[in-house]
């Protein structure tokens, strides 16, 4: 795989991407294994972005360097179904077999399972001839499950269909390469900047909903002070309390997961949108039990939302985070993962009735791609691998 194809990103496709809609769309090499037929006039296809993709719960452009050269989708199903969506992919025939489809499904799937919480399998479907798209979901993880015979009707004719999945529960396998760089990068900086060594133990990190449930794993951090000492809350002195705010305030908040280790929560985090003129910027919190302090685990989420959230809402550009000027170790952890200082703001917030000087952190939606690169390093050594034992 060559460098230049690495800078892959996702976003909306909107009607003035038709140019390079039209590359993919009129190519009958393309279309050959969709359900759709080749575009024959931009009116057509006009028609299909304005109708179809953007009123669509889940559709993107993917993008290399900028510029649409496939999509991507997730389609959700209903009722009893609900637990389940349908993946698909489109793109253009110049760029296969550079690894570009294989990173955009890496990028989707931990997003959507992020964004909609009560889903448990994401699917795709393959026409049994269709080898290229087989080996994609192969590489990245899907599970081949069996062959559907005359399941689909394609341009006319039943035909047999490969089934592949990924449950919520194996989402872990999609970040192991992740993982085992990031430890060896993390381990070296912690090195350098005398903090202690972080254990393998701590790297089983990941997010969900946050339910009454979690009262008890909630009071251990809830009831803290060394916790609630930077926090806009009081310590909680009350289990009641406490689940008061879990199914007032969690529950209905637009973006609020617990940090789990090994699937016990140990933390929280959250994202809080604005609106109106502010509406392309947001405001990240985070908060993590005294014991997993100095583990690199909020670091670990904080890349985790970031890498999601600009995905789930296409109208944001900046992700923000105030941190109190006395609060070194949540700077450090900005700092860490990328985040921009942009300032210290004086007299900026009122904590525990005092007025407190606040340190400014942000990352752009622009900069995004610097939370990948270490992940792109080590994937680019492993898929060369992969493809040379391929024969590709």
């Given at each position: 795989?060559?460098?230049?194809?690495?800078?892959?990103?996702?976003?909306?496709?909107?009607?003035?991407?038709?140019?390079?809609?039209?590359?993919?769309?009129?190519?009958?090499?393309?279309?050959?294994?969709?359900?759709?037929?080749?575009?024959?006039?931009?009116?057509?296809?006009?028609?299909?972005?304005?109708?179809?993709?953007?009123?669509?719960?889940?559709?993107?452009a993917i993008c290399l360097k900028g510029r649409p050269v496939g999509a991507?989708?997730?389609?959700?199903?209903?009722?009893?179904?609900?637990?389940?969506?349908?993946?698909?992919?489109?793109?253009?025939?110049?760029?296969?077999?550079?690894?570009?489809?294989?990173?955009?499904?890496?990028?989707?799937?931990?997003?959507?399972?992020?964004?909609?919480?009560?889903?448990?399998?994401?699917?795709?479907?393959?026409?049994?001839?269709?080898?290229?798209?087989?080996?994609?979901?192969?590489?990245?993880?899907?599970?081949?499950?069996?062959?559907?015979?005359?399941?689909?009707?394609?341009?006319?004719?039943?035909?047999?269909?490969?089934?592949?999945?990924?449950?919520?529960?194996?989402?872990?396998?999609?970040?192991?390469?992740?993982?085992?760089?990031?430890?060896?990068?993390?381990?070296?900086?912690?090195?350098?900047?005398?903090?202690?060594?972080?254990?393998?133990?701590?790297?089983?990190?990941?997010?969900?909903?946050?339910?009454?449930?979690?009262?008890?794993?909630?009071?251990?951090?809830?009831t803290d002070d060394k916790v609630s000492k930077f926090c806009s809350w009081?310590?909680?002195?009350?289990?009641?309390?406490?689940?008061?705010?879990?199914?007032?305030?969690?529950?209905?908040?637009?973006?609020?997961?617990?940090?789990?280790?090994?699937?016990?929560?140990?933390?929280?985090?959250?994202?809080?949108?604005?609106?109106?003129?502010?509406?392309?910027?947001?405001?990240?919190?985070?908060?993590?039990?005294?014991?997993?302090?100095?583990?690199?685990i909020v670091a670990r989420a904080v890349k985790l939302v970031a890498s999601?959230?600009?995905?789930?809402?296409?109208?944001?550009?900046?992700?923000?985070?105030?941190?109190?000027?006395?609060?070194?170790?949540?700077?450090?952890?900005?700092?860490?993962?990328?985040?921009?200082?942009?300032?210290?703001?004086?007299?900026?917030?009122?904590?525990?009735?005092?007025?407190?000087?606040?340190?400014?952190?942000?990352?752009?939606?622009?900069?995004?791609?610097?939370?990948?690169?270490?992940?792109?390093?080590?994937?680019?050594?492993?898929?060369?691998?992969?493809?040379?034992?391929?024969?590709?």
């Open positions: 795989m060559d460098d230049e194809y690495l800078d892959i990103s996702l976003r909306l496709l909107d009607p003035s991407d038709i140019d390079d809609f039209m590359v993919w769309a009129t190519d009958d090499k393309v279309s050959k294994f969709c359900s759709w037929d080749t575009y024959k006039s931009k009116e057509d296809a006009m028609s299909f972005i304005v109708n179809v993709v953007v009123p669509h719960r889940w559709f993107r991507i989708s997730v389609a959700p199903n209903e009722g009893n179904e609900s637990c389940r969506a349908e993946l698909g992919y489109v793109l253009a025939s110049e760029y296969w077999g550079k690894g570009i489809v294989a990173r955009a499904v890496k990028l989707v799937a931990p997003t959507v399972f992020v964004e909609w919480p009560h889903l448990e399998r994401l699917e795709a479907l393959v026409d049994v001839e269709n080898s290229g798209s087989q080996r994609v979901l192969d590489k990245v993880g899907f599970k081949r499950e069996g062959v559907l015979r005359k399941y689909f009707l394609l341009k006319g004719r039943p035909r047999d269909m490969v089934m592949f999945s990924l449950l919520r529960t194996e989402l872990h396998c999609l970040f192991e390469e992740f993982h085992e760089s990031v430890t060896v990068i993390d381990k070296a900086s912690e090195s350098l900047n005398g903090a202690t060594e972080m254990d393998d133990e701590y790297l089983d990190i990941s997010l969900r909903l946050l339910d009454p449930s979690d009262i008890d794993d909630f009071m251990v951090w809830a009081d310590t909680y002195k009350s289990k009641e309390d406490a689940m008061s705010f879990i199914v007032n305030v969690v529950l209905p908040h637009p973006w609020f997961r617990a940090i789990c280790l090994k699937g016990r929560p140990v933390g929280a985090i959250l994202v809080r949108p604005n609106e109106g003129n502010e509406s392309i910027r947001a405001k990240l919190g985070y908060v993590l039990a005294f014991e997993y302090w100095g583990k690199g999601t959230i600009f995905v789930e809402w296409p109208h944001l550009e900046r992700l923000e985070a105030l941190v109190d000027v006395e609060n070194s170790g949540s700077q450090r952890v900005l700092d860490k993962v990328g985040f921009k200082r942009e300032g210290v703001l004086r007299k900026y917030f009122l904590l525990k009735g005092r007025p407190r000087d606040m340190v400014m952190f942000s990352r752009l939606r622009t900069e995004l791609h610097c939370l990948f690169e270490e992940f792109h390093e080590s994937v680019t050594v492993i898929d060369k691998v992969s493809e040379s034992l391929d024969g590709l």
